[in-house]
Antibody
Framework: EVQLVESGGGLVQPGGSLRLSCAAS????????MSWVRQAPGKGLEWVAN????????SYMDSVKGRFTISRDNARNSLYLEMSNVGVEDTSMYYC?????????????WGRGTRVTVSS | DIQMTQSPSSLSAYVGDRVTITCRAS??????LSWYQHKPGKAPKVLIY???SLQSGVPPRFSGSGSETDFTLTITNLQPEDFADYYC?????????FGQGTRVEVK
């Protein structure tokens, strides 16, 4: 089955670090741009970061620049999000998503998410 | 950043109803607009891309229209499985911003 499965979420203290992972199955991972999208409790969806097919290019939302790093390992069909110096505002469900172009860009495949809670 | 404003934020409807959700961009985005459905505990799912193109496997009771700054998602003959949250999202420029969402509830 074509799917994305996130892992690595949990409880982290303010100022701490966490690494999220996303495992891709049943598609050629290296053919696609990938993204992280988050949803804070009771809030809407919020794009976090994108990475291109070979990992040579990244983009981030302003509030995570310098703190989060998106990366990928195409040999392992995996996407990552390194989170550092986290704050309570980073508490969210984090979704891995495939960023696809077909006349326009859109997220055509999503995982179920991994929850990150920042609290002391 | 381009701001996306959805309305209404929530609505109540009966099975069989026709439902319309609107999304307005703070500046022109051409047709770079997609719509997603999200149910609690599930992966979000794309319904419509490039304003009006139906994603494979999505029932044709979902349709999208619009251009530039004003867009609409219409669900005709609302089904029980359609009660969910819906989001628009622009991909004209980074950051790729979402609307705040519309919750479609059972009346």
């Amino acid at each position: 089955e074509v799917q994305l499965v996130e892992s690595g979420g949990g409880l982290v203290q303010p100022g701490g670090s966490l690494r999220l992972s996303c495992a891709a199955s049943e598609f050629t991972f290296s053919d696609y741009w990938m993204s992280w999208v988050r949803q804070a409790p009771g809030k809407g969806l919020e794009w976090v970061a994108n990475i291109n097919k070979d990992g040579s290019g990244e983009s981030y939302m302003d509030s995570v620049k310098g703190r989060f790093t998106i990366s990928r390992d195409n040999a392992r069909n995996s996407l990552y999000l390194e989170m550092s110096n986290v704050g309570v505002e980073d508490t969210s469900m984090y979704y891995c998503a495939r960023w696809y172009y077909n006349e326009a860009w859109y997220f055509d495949l999503w995982g179920r998410g991994t929850r990150v809670t920042v609290s002391s | 950043d381009i701001q996306m404003t959805q309305s209404p934020s929530s609505l109540s409807a009966y099975v069989g109803d026709r439902v319309t959700i609107t999304c307005r961009a703070s500046q022109s985005i051409g047709r770079s607009l997609s719509w997603y459905q999200h149910k609690p505990g599930k992966a979000p799912k794309v319904l419509i891309y490039r304003t009006s193109s139906l994603q494979s496997g999505v029932p044709p009771r979902f349709s999208g229209s619009g251009s530039e700054t004003d867009f609409t998602l219409t669900i005709t003959n609302l089904q029980p499985e359609d009660f969910a949250d819906y989001y628009c999202q622009q991909s004209s420029s980074t950051p790729e911003t979402f609307g705040q969402g519309t919750r479609v509830e059972v009346k």
